[in-house]
């Protein structure tokens, strides 16, 4: 079955415990992006890469990482994770930037 | 960067009745996709839209392009309770920029 897939699916931690969201595809999509979804914001997009080895920033960079080894796997990395990065996470892939196949989303709250 | 506006930003209707939300960008398009995401769901892709004044149907929902390729809508025909969730316009200026996603419209729909 083609899809997305997110790990863990919700999370709670604390103020600068580095952590880790993986995702990974199973559909050879060479795009793929992380999204964060806040309520009256919408779906801002935190990192994108149009294949492997290749990253760019978003909307909202700021305060996480990505890497992009091989062509199913873009981890979302939080070094030093801060209340503010509570939210609701998405991780999606598409072949180019159109169809984008949404991952079914990590709740993340950081006290 | 890119925006795409993207109104109402909620709209309730009484079951049987009509909807539609518009999606608008200052900047010319390269395409426009559209996204649904039920409640506690994932964004799915619902269609997406290339050429200039380009009309696509799906059962009861009609997608417009605009002429300019700077606007969109999304109509729903005799709403149902199955179409409750929020609706997302997503597009991208050329084939090699991220794609971007509008703020979204949230229907409700009373039996």
């Known amino acids: 079955e083609a899809q997305v897939t997110q790990n863990p699916r919700y999370l709670i931690t604390v103020t600068g415990k580095k952590l880790t969201v993986t995702c990974s595809q199973n559909?050879?999509?060479?795009?793929m992006s992380w999204y964060r979804q806040d309520p009256g914001l919408g779906l801002r997009q935190i990192y994108y890469?149009?294949?492997?080895?290749?990253?760019d920033k978003g909307d909202v960079p700021e305060g996480y990482k990505v890497s992009r080894k091989e062509k199913r796997n873009f981890p979302l990395i939080l070094e030093s994770p801060s209340p503010n990065q509570t939210s609701l996470y998405f991780c999606?892939?598409?072949?180019?930037?159109?169809?984008?196949?949404f991952g079914p989303g990590t709740r993340l709250t950081v006290l | 960067g890119q925006q795409v506006m993207q109104i109402p930003q909620y709209q309730h209707v009484q079951e049987g009745e009509d909807f539609t939300t518009y999606c608008n960008s200052s900047?010319?398009?390269?395409?426009i996709q559209w996204y649904k995401q039920r409640p506690g769901g994932h964004p799915v892709f619902l269609i997406q839209?290339?050429?200039?004044?380009e009309v696509k149907k799906q059962k009861r929902l009609t997608f417009q392009f605009g002429e300019a390729k700077k606007n969109s809508s999304l109509h729903i025909t005799a709403t149902q309770t199955t179409d409750v969730g929020t609706y997302f316009c997503?597009?991208?200026?050329?084939?090699?920029?991220?794609?971007?996603f509008g703020k979204g419209t949230r229907l409700s729909v009373i039996a």
């Open positions: 999606a892939s598409g072949r180019g930037s159109d169809t984008q196949y």
């Open positions: 559909m050879n999509h060479e795009y």
């Open positions: 890469s149009m294949n492997v080895e290749v990253t």
């Open positions: 900047t010319t398009l390269s395409n």
């Open positions: 839209l290339v050429k200039s004044g």
């Open positions: 997503a597009s991208r200026e050329t084939g090699n920029t991220p794609l971007v």
